[in-house]
């Protein structure tokens, strides 16, 4: 044990005893409190634990609902290739346990990670007694971790990726991470550049593999013509009308969006905007802000209610939808890559075969950028401006946009497989 994680034992150890009072005092309050805590505690019920049949037991360990959709198709994989395994499926966030339940119904044992605390994980690990631990992309907890290799427990890292972003702060802290991978039978990343950083964090070499990321595979399961018909009835879009999407966009992008638009309208006076912010709480703020400038609006929900749309600008404000919202687009720009954010997914309008604008801020999916931009798809923006002039033209040349968006939908058809291949990365690993 090295002094790193004996200072992180120690440190864990500590916030636990010092917030246990709150803790118990929050679960007074609803039984849904009372289960998360319980569930953040390691206490599963009796009912959950007596569900779990089949052999091998697969733990696999996703936070939200980015981590959880990675995991879905590599879960359809295990079941290919594993028909008699249970598989466990833990989350930390309420929204990745909703979108586990929507997607994955019965199929899986869906629960809340523990906390990584030392009493917790152990209580965990001993109820749901699993034969290989998997954490997904960059789920690296060194107590879960060690007390898995304690007990016995395979484990693995699958679809891992560490950003550009990220690989400063893990450096930081690289003694304890160092310990936390080595823990790691086997690490299947993403990408070469995932694979050595990876490897200067300290993990062995002989243990990172490359991969492929398997939300290549879960965006062309959702790709039908019957969602996109839905969709185009839904927001009432007539042919022809121009239909521009701001999917995942940040504080300070909505500005920039609707700059872009009150030019679209002179041009294109049918020309519909649809914003999803990536926080939906921020829709109330956002729709404010349309109103402050003379604009009409309408929410996704009340839509919903009142079946007429009436307004132009229509403004996302429910979770789980925008990957289908990508399918009646025109054009798309992808948020947080216009602020110093990291950007967003970017392969999810890709799969409908749409053009995806991005600004320079990309670096937490620099692996997706440069998948479109080798295959001639990519297109990058340094401003407001240069948006607005892009996403003109390709609304004036739609046969050009058409072009744009086939090679797009090609560089996701020439990533798709890399479920299977971590499925097959983790099956060798439960066979040492």
Avoid at 134 to 162: H, Q, S, Y
Wanted: hydrophobic share 45%.
């Amino acid at each position: 044990m090295t002094f790193f994680y004996r200072l992180y034992l120690f440190l864990t150890t500590s916030l636990y005893l010092f917030f246990f009072p709150l803790i118990c005092y929050c679960a007074q309050f609803s039984s849904k409190c009372k289960r998360i805590v319980d569930e953040r505690c390691g206490n599963y019920p009796d009912k959950t634990v007596s569900r779990i049949s089949g052999k091998p037991r697969i733990w696999i360990h996703a936070v939200s609902v980015g981590e959880v959709g990675a995991a879905v198709p590599l879960i359809t994989q295990l079941f290919n290739m594993l028909p008699d395994c249970a598989i466990i499926l833990s989350t930390t966030t309420p929204h990745g346990q909703v979108f586990a339940k929507e997607k994955l119904g019965h199929k899986v044992t869906c629960i809340i990670a523990p906390i990584d605390i030392i009493f917790f994980v152990k209580k965990a690990l001993n109820l749901i007694k699993p034969d290989i631990l998997v954490c997904m992309e960059t789920e690296i907890w060194p107590n879960l971790l060690n007390t898995a290799k304690r007990l016995g427990v395979r484990t693995a890292l699958v679809n891992g990726r560490i950003s550009v972003r990220s690989i400063g702060r893990y450096m930081k802290f690289r003694p304890l991470i160092k310990q936390a991978l080595s823990r790691f039978d086997i690490m299947s990343m993403i990408s070469k550049d995932d694979s050595l950083r990876i490897k200067s964090l300290g993990a062995p070499e002989d243990r990172v593999s490359i991969n492929g990321n398997t939300k290549f595979d879960l965006l062309l399961q959702d790709v039908n013509d019957g969602v996109q018909k839905r969709m185009a009835q839904f927001y009432g879009i007539a042919p022809q009308v121009p239909v521009f999407v701001a999917g995942s966009t940040r504080s300070g992008e909505e500005a920039i969006i609707l700059d872009v638009f009150e030019v679209l309208v002179r041009t294109f006076p049918e020309c519909l905007l649809i914003i999803a912010p990536r926080h939906v709480e921020r829709a109330v703020e956002i729709g404010a802000l349309v109103e402050s400038r003379g604009l009409i609006c309408q929410f996704h929900d009340a839509l919903k209610e009142e079946n007429k749309r009436v307004a132009n600008i229509i403004i996302v404000n429910t979770i789980g939808e925008l990957k289908q919202i990508y399918s009646v687009a025109s054009v798309v720009f992808c948020g947080g890559s216009l602020v110093p954010l990291g950007g967003q997914n970017i392969l999810e309008p890709a799969a409908w075969g749409k053009p995806v604008i991005y600004g320079p801020s990309m670096d937490d999916f620099f692996d997706a950028k440069m998948i479109l931009e080798e295959n001639g798809a990519g297109i990058m923006v340094e401003s407001g401006k240069e948006l607005c002039s892009k996403v003109l033209y390709l609304l004036n040349h739609p046969e050009e946009a058409g072009h744009i968006g086939e090679l797009t939908l090609k560089a996701i058809l020439a990533g798709s497989g890399a479920s299977e291949r971590h499925a097959g990365a983790i099956l060798d690993v439960l066979k040492k």
